[in-house]
């Protein structure tokens, strides 16, 4: 038998050495119980799942996504025209934003992921670079955003789901069934540093700075709809009450969640996180880790309002007679969603454990 393998948990820093997994087995942290394993016959059929989500995307990406009827004409794009039409409109924060987060991203951790099958590569390095695009991949929430939109545009004008748009919703489901059987292992143990002693001071930066984006977010505008001459301005609440007014109270639920309860949560979570650390706390270490992995995971489900806006100003573009423009509230938003992405990022929980293991190893 080899040598077992020996890494540092990414949430707590305690080395220790992983053992041989059965299958359905899965190896966790001894201290703060985060997955570091799982079996290699889950991976491999992890990667199985993840040759057919890249092959759903290509097209899903080259294919046109939604059709739009309306006033005697018809306008069509895929995901590479939503982005250059947002470009061409005035809108180069949320193309550059697209083109990020769903063509780049996506496609290089797809294939970094299937590179690391090939012999004789470093799989060290490719793993390494795949763990940090995780947080980024945002297929799913595309997907959904895209549902949002899809129902948005319907008070406005026919719209039918093209064979682009299929293939993203298919891509999405083989790339969550392949996650949800590879996990998310960390990086070898080489690779993982200190706990970053500036980690806290630019996570509170970053949190101030989303308290005080997320005003504005709110409050100003974040679409404005012009039908027949007839101007509306949308905020984000009133998205949520249009589909409430629609009766579409499963999308009105998840963009209230996704687009005011979640960011909001974040923030205040990650102040909670700050606080007991910078006292060297050792109180509820284990429930605190749990709650940064909870804010981590679910911070990226923010962008279903910034996907939405997106494929609305690319899609409804029909001149003076029907048209979509996103507002300023949108990129007040859609830097709320970046900031505390990255200051999720930014925080490094092996901080809380750091000064305040020995006690927590006597007591919690």
């Known amino acids: 038998m080899s ?34 394993k799982v079996p290699d016959a889950q991976s491999g059929a992890a990667l199985a799942l993840i040759l057919a989500a890249l092959l759903f995307w290509i097209p899903g990406c080259l294919a046109p996504l939604l059709t739009v009827f309306a006033a005697g004409a018809s306008h069509s794009a895929n995901l590479v025209g939503c982005a250059l039409r947002l470009w061409s409109a005035g809108y180069p924060p949320l ?23 090939v012999p004789n590569t470093s799989n060290d390095e490719l793993r390494t670079l795949a763990h940090h695009l995780r947080p980024w991949l945002m297929l799913e929430v595309f997907v959904v955003g895209g549902c949002v939109a899809y129902s948005r545009i319907q008070t406005v004008a026919t719209v039918n789901v093209d064979i682009g748009g299929w293939c993203l919703a298919g891509s999405a489901v083989l790339l969550l069934g392949s996650l949800a059987l590879r996990g998310d292992p960390p990086p070898p143990l080489q690779r993982i540093l200190r706990p970053g002693n500036l980690s806290v001071q630019t996570t509170t930066a970053l949190v101030v700075t989303g308290l005080v984006l997320y005003i504005p977010a709110n409050v100003l505008p974040v679409l404005q709809i012009e039908r027949y001459g007839s101007i509306e301005r949308d905020t984000i609440l009133g998205g949520v009450l249009e589909l409430v007014h629609y009766d579409l109270w499963p999308l009105a639920l998840i963009v209230f969640m996704a687009s005011i309860v979640v960011p909001l949560a974040k923030l205040f979570g ?24 909870l804010i981590d995971t679910i911070g990226r489900w923010s962008n279903i309002d910034v996907f939405m806006i997106s494929i609305l100003g690319a899609l409804v573009q029909f ?6 423009r996103p507002e300023s509230g949108a990129l007040a938003f859609a830097g709320v969603v970046l900031i505390t992405m990255i200051a999720a990022r930014c925080f490094d929980p092996r901080l809380m454990w750091r000064d305040a293991v020995p006690q927590a190893e006597a007591g919690t």
């Open 3 to 36: 040598s077992p393998q020996r890494v540092a948990c990414p949430d707590c820093s305690l080395r220790q050495a992983l053992p041989g997994l059965a299958e359905n087995e899965e190896a966790r942290c001894a201290r703060c119980r985060r997955v570091l």
């Open 95 to 117: 193309s550059v934003l697209l083109v990020v987060l769903m063509l780049a991203v996506p496609s290089a951790f797809m294939l970094l992921t299937l590179a690391q099958a």
């Open 319 to 324: 001149g003076a007679l029907e048209r979509v």
């Open 270 to 293: 990650l102040a909670w996180l700050l606080w007991p650390t910078r006292q060297r706390s050792a109180l509820q270490l284990r429930q605190r880790t749990r709650v940064y992995r």
